[in-house]
């Protein structure tokens, strides 16, 4: 009797592991063809794609751009995906993992820090000198370093590469003072001219590359994006709650 039941589970656990083999197998072979397909309709490959939440819809990332297709290629749409019940905007969850591993990627060296003493969060800011509301945001670095955050800064002039805004990021950039020098700047005091290799080009592309449009951008170091301004005091309470459910803490 025990054999016989021995025998009965074996054989089911078998035929589980077979039919999950042959759907594994399926979903590549799915794949690789809708992936054909959309090299041939959009004239570029896909950097990623996977089943998304909704069955027979497959989830495509190119870059930062992220569109929804059926599983016979028939059909695509954009926009972003939820789950009613949980509210997750799913399509902003995939975002915030692609921006984190580009974010990741980069050099962390290469930024203008300003360092709160008893660290507990990391911010990265894109700032544009120009920025009025850049300039706000920076004024009230204090008060966050205050509260225990770093302030990371990356250029993103918008009027883009060479632009009169570029040549004054350039100016701070190559100055023995970084900090003070983007203090003047962003207090429409005239920082002196320099010249050095420098990253800005560089900043300025990866802002592109993880979906910033305007300034100032704040990236927490979970890849959320939070765009615009926020008071320093409102800024502080949203990186807390968001750490009490482990996104955005700091890198120790």
């Not at 591993?101 to 930024?111: E, I, L, R, W």
């Not at 820090?113 to 507990?120: C, G, L, M, P, V």
């Not at 990253?199 to 990866?206: E, N, T, V, Y």
Request: hydrophobic share 40%; proline share 4%.
């Amino acid at each position: 009797m025990i054999k016989k039941l021995l025998l009965g589970i074996s054989l089911s656990i078998a035929l589980l592991s077979l039919s999950t083999g042959i759907q594994a197998e399926t979903a590549k072979a799915d794949t690789a063809i809708l992936k054909a397909k959309l090299v041939e309709i959009f004239k570029a490959e896909p950097t990623s794609i996977k089943p998304s939440a909704v069955a027979g819809v497959f989830e495509i990332g190119y870059g930062m751009d992220i569109i929804y297709v059926t599983a016979d290629g028939k059909y695509f749409f954009s926009g972003d995906m939820f789950d009613l019940k949980t509210r997750t905007n799913l399509t902003e969850k995939t975002l915030t993992t692609e921006r984190k591993k580009v974010m990741d990627a980069y050099d962390a060296t290469q930024n203008i820090t300003f360092k709160a003493e008893n660290e507990k969060h990391v911010i990265a800011v894109f700032t544009d000198i120009d920025c009025p509301y850049c300039a706000k945001l920076h004024n009230e670095v204090p008060e966050l370093n205050k509260a225990g955050i770093t302030v990371r800064y990356f250029m993103y002039p918008r009027a883009g590469i060479g632009s009169p805004s570029f040549k004054k990021a350039e100016n701070v950039w190559c100055n023995k003072d970084q900090n003070k020098a983007l203090t003047d700047a962003k207090n429409r005091v005239e920082v002196a001219k320099a010249d050095c290799k420098n990253p800005i080009k560089d900043q300025f592309i990866l802002g592109q590359k993880i979906g910033v449009t305007g300034t100032p951008a704040i990236v927490l170091t979970s890849g959320e994006l939070i765009p615009g301004y926020r008071p320093a005091k409102e800024l502080v309470k949203m990186i807390e709650a968001k750490a009490g459910v482990g996104v955005g803490e700091a890198k120790k």
